[in-house]
Each structure stands twice: as C-alpha cells, then as structure tokens.
C-alpha cells in the first residue's frame, strides 16, 4: 500500500464548457479535438513544470512546484487553444475553464486529496469558458510578478470553508472574467488592503510592454544620446536602432495569437527594407522592388489563409 503525506501545491483543474452538447452533436469529432486540446495542454503543462495526474471525463487536473509557473502556464493554455478555436465553426468550438489555488493536500502515491483540490475545482466551475479563477492564495504569491491582469470577485462558497474563499480572475484576452448564471459568489467590492489588486489597476497591455519592450527602447534612446554626444557627422546609431526595433516587432508579433505570423512577418521586413533604403539613400528608390515581391506574398498569404467556420 503506498503511503500519504501532506504536501503544499498548486492545484490546476480544467474541463470543456457544454462537453455533453458537444458530443451529442458529433461523437467522433469532439473526441478527436478534445485530444488534440489536451495534448496541446499537457504539452504546456510540462513545459512550465507541472504535472498532469489525471484525465478524467472532459478534465484535465495537474500540480506545479511554482505557483507563477502555474498561472503562465493557464494563460498560455488559454491562448493557444484560443487560436486552436479561431480556425473552426462557433458551434464546435471547445472552451475550458480553468481553476488554480494553492493549498495544502494530501498526497497518496499520485493522488492528491483534500479541500487544496476541492477549492481548485470549484474555481473552475465558476470561470467563464476560455477564462481562469485563481484564489487569493495564488494571487498573493503572483500579483506582481506575472504580466497579466485580475479582477477581484469577492467569496466564494465553498463547502467545509467557513467564509468562502477570496477569488480573482485572470484577464485573458477579451474573455468575460466570470461565469454569471450562478449566485455562489458574495459580493465583497472592498478587500482585504493586502490583498487589493493593484495590478487590476494598470492595463495589461501596458504592464506587459513595460516588462517585454522596455529594456529594448531604453538601449535605442541610449545609443541616440550617445550618438550625439560623440557627434562627428555621422548617424551610426542608426543601424543597432534598426537591428533592435526590428527583433522586438517579431517578438511582438509571435506573442499576440490574433495577428496572422506570416502577413505581419512580410510587413516589418518590408519597413525594414524602406528604412536600410532611406538609410543608404543614394537617389535610387531600390526598395520598390523587393517590396512589390512583399505585397505579393501578402497578397497570396490573404487570400489563402484558413477562416474561421470553414
């Protein structure tokens, strides 16, 4: 028999929106994606350092060591079976719902046990399709150290938890934060002072530019002041400006999931190619042409693209 012990953790606990109309309308089909979803969520489970311990149903349940690993890795879940669904009919389209909390459980063997994993299925039930609900154990240890954004919801009932628990959305995308069918939660509009959001207060799209692009627009101002203060004719900052700014834009592309990779690709290398041929003006406007073979290739690209419903 193996033995239990106790055990802090982080609890993720997952399953598919209206799952049963799903595979009333089409069996085979939904089986078919539910396990593409879930080797796309396995996959991104490991690659942040959890561990799927069960796949029961419709679910998907796992632990993480890092409670900041945890969260990443259900946005990134959420994002990229978000692109998953963009490419396919509304009506086939499979959310899930994501819950996390940090709790104390009981391990026996590969099992964990305990109200650390009630409270994390809970917060599931009570996220909106496509969206996650973390405790206030796990926003605690993440508010300032992930670049996403919360939304405080107030109590939720949770069985055996006298008060409920303090739980939090996380901003994904243009997600509605909670599911509203339901009146399990206590509305609560003034939390605790520690655990205000003051990271509900700063836009998303803000806190995560400051973090991914700040450091990139510090080092092109640096070289631009440098530049002028060793002024003697020549410009030649200009050239690691344009290697800098040209790396970011492709990160940037590869991070947002509803910009087209290919078309928004062809376009920075074509302003690239108009800055080298500003940059190296000698009266030759040599870049029409390249740029001509760009919005070809764009056009192609447009025109050939899958659709969503198709």
Known sequence: MSETSRKLTTIFCADVQDYTRLMGRDEEGTLATLRRYRDA???LIEAHGGRVINTWG????????????AVRAAVDVQNELASYNAAIDTEKQMLFRIGLNLGDVIADGSDLYGDGVN????????AAPGGIVISNTVYDQVRNKVAVGFDFLGQLEVKNIEGGVPSYAVRVGGVQVVDTTTTEYRPNPQPAPSRAPDMAARTPLL???????GTPLIICVGLAVLNGLTWS?????KWPILIILWVNAYRFVRSNKQVDMAIASLVITGIGIVA???FTWHGTPWAVWPLFGLAIAAAVRWVSRPRSGV
């Open 276 to 278: 080298i041929n500003l």
């Open 233 to 237: 004719g020549e410009f030649w900052a």
């Open 119 to 126: 409270i994390a299925a809970r917060l599931q039930s009570r």
């Open 58 to 69: 419709d679910g998907v349940f796992a632990e993480f060591p890092s409670v900041v690993e």
């Open 207 to 213: 806190q995560d530019w400051r973090l991914n692009y």
């Open 41 to 43: 969520m396995t996959r």
